[in-house]
């Protein structure tokens, strides 16, 4: 594979430091001996020489392992994965510690930057209306150079949904902190929820000229995979996130990168190695529950059905997010259980509405159950408003597929395309995009490339939606074999 340059690093290429050579120092072979006055033997006493320093710091106790709220203060003031019990006890401690000096700004700060850590971990975005709270009163307490609570409102803002602020605030406290890494990373995903992929890509090589330290690193890699997945480098991602669950420092951390390389695995359709990654994730953290939805979504595709539905059930029960809700309400709909799938859609609708009464924009996930299981006009409503303020690629496929199923595919061409076209930004192979166009060309009886883009759904993962893989399958046997000549009976 060629060689890509951007900024200063390789795709693909490890940014943990090699270990340092240590330079050998000579030393004297004679131990020096003083004695004391008299020359009495008795009395001499050996003077250690530089030589004999290690083994006298292999004897030293080892520095004391961080605590709980140690460990989740350098994670979240650094955007670094954390555990849940730890960022309940740092959270208990910011509320005594504000309360003691309401005045602080950096505990604020800190406080305001752990709720929105918390939200994302258990999906309950209560904790985001604290969260903006917290930094809104640390920037009025300090509002110069407060890189702290710029960095926590770009979280919120970015945890929100709301690309625009996330933009504003993330570049005040690029502004003023270039050199820190952590301003970068949600950035980035401002600039990709906004479109502005070039934007995005700049930033990131921006990153990886920065100097790290070896405990941020990790961190460093899994925004580099997250870019190159979006420019369909599957590879180049898939090397910077194991380097990154490999040097991973807590089991928290170690575990959402794994999750994270399980679901590129997933989205390749290597159910296998997306299963063992998602198991092992939950080993190293049983509350990492984006990696019980994906060992769910993963026994789902291999047909182990009731193994999938306790599993989407147990992740379910430790993080309640709408978008997974509606997986496992697909998954009852593809085994005709409708009574259990109304249940799930309903229980949706539910979710993202009261995320939504707590700051959250959830239009696109709205748009995408009306598109499908509601009424496609109004998922057409939602969705042009969703892209006029954020044409992210995930809003176009969207907006795409909601103006089909409303029956305006002329139009939802358009959209299908530009979700699916690299040089707009669509780089990432995804089978649901691939899928999307496919259908749209299939209904405007453009049969090679319909057959193209459903042939490409299918091949990147076969088992892509327990819904709609099997639509894919029934279209593509629908339009026939241009190599041995059959085509649809229309085509004539």
Wanted: hydrophobic share 40%.
């Amino acid at each position: 594979m060629a060689k890509r340059q951007h900024g200063g690093a390789q795709p693909g290429t490890s940014l943990v430091a090699e270990p340092a050579r240590c330079r050998s120092r000579r030393w004297p072979a004679r131990t020096l001996l003083t004695l004391a006055a008299g020359g009495a033997v008795a009395g001499a006493v050996l003077t250690l020489l530089p030589q004999d320093a290690p083994q006298r710091a292999r004897h030293r106790p080892p520095a004391p392992a961080p605590g709980p709220q140690a460990r989740a203060l350098t994670a979240v003031t650094a955007g670094i994965p954390a555990a849940l019990p730890d960022l309940t006890e740092l959270i208990t401690r910011q509320e005594a510690g504000v309360r003691a000096r309401p005045t602080d700004a950096r505990a604020w700060a800190v406080l305001g930057a752990a709720y929105v850590a918390r939200a994302r971990r258990t999906a309950d975005a209560s904790d985001l209306p604290r969260a903006e709270r917290a930094l809104a009163t640390s920037l009025k307490a300090d509002a110069a150079k407060n890189t702290e609570a710029l960095a926590g409102m770009t979280a919120l803002a970015g945890a929100r949904r709301d690309f625009a602020s996330a933009k504003r605030y993330g570049e005040q406290a690029l502004k003023l902190t270039p050199k820190r890494w952590s301003a970068y990373p949600p950035l980035i995903d401002a600039y990709d929820g906004l479109g502005d992929y070039t934007a995005a890509r700049n930033t990131l090589d921006r990153l990886m000229t920065l100097r790290t330290a070896p405990a941020d690193r990790p961190a460093v890699m899994a925004r580099a995979s997250a870019v190159y997945r979006d420019r369909g480098w599957r590879e180049d991602a898939l090397a910077q996130l194991t380097d990154a669950a490999a040097a991973a420092g807590t089991p928290a951390e170690q575990a959402a990168y794994r999750a994270g390389v399980g679901q590129l695995a997933w989205e390749r359709g290597e159910l296998p190695e997306a299963l063992r990654q998602f198991t092992e994730a939950l080993r190293l953290d049983p509350a990492e529950a984006t990696a019980g939805a994906g060992r769910a979504r993963t026994l789902a595709a291999q047909g182990r059905t009731a193994d999938a539905l306790t599993a989407y059930r147990t992740a379910l029960s430790k993080r309640p997010d709408a978008e997974v809700t509606l997986e496992l309400a697909e998954l009852y709909e593809s085994l005709n259980r409708a009574q259990d799938a109304g249940a799930q859609y309903g229980l949706v609708r539910e979710r993202a509405e009261k995320a939504a009464g707590d700051g959250v924009d959830e239009e696109l996930l709205l748009g995408r159950l009306e598109a499908d299981h509601g009424d496609p006009q109004e998922a057409v409503t939602r969705l042009r408003a969703e892209y006029r303020r954020q044409p992210g690629i995930e809003v176009a496929d969207a907006l795409g597929w909601a103006l089909h199923r409303a029956g305006e595919d002329e139009e939802a061409l358009k959209f299908a395309t530009t979700a699916t076209d690299r040089t707009k930004g669509g780089g990432v192979r995804s089978s649901l995009h691939a899928f999307h166009r496919g259908m749209i060309e299939y209904r405007l009886e453009k049969y090679g490339s319909a057959r193209r883009h459903l042939r490409d759904a299918l091949l990147v993962n076969p088992a892509f939606s327990p819904l709609w893989a099997s639509e894919a399958r029934a279209a593509l046997t629908d339009l026939g074999d241009a190599e041995d000549g059959s085509l649809p009976a229309d085509a004539l």
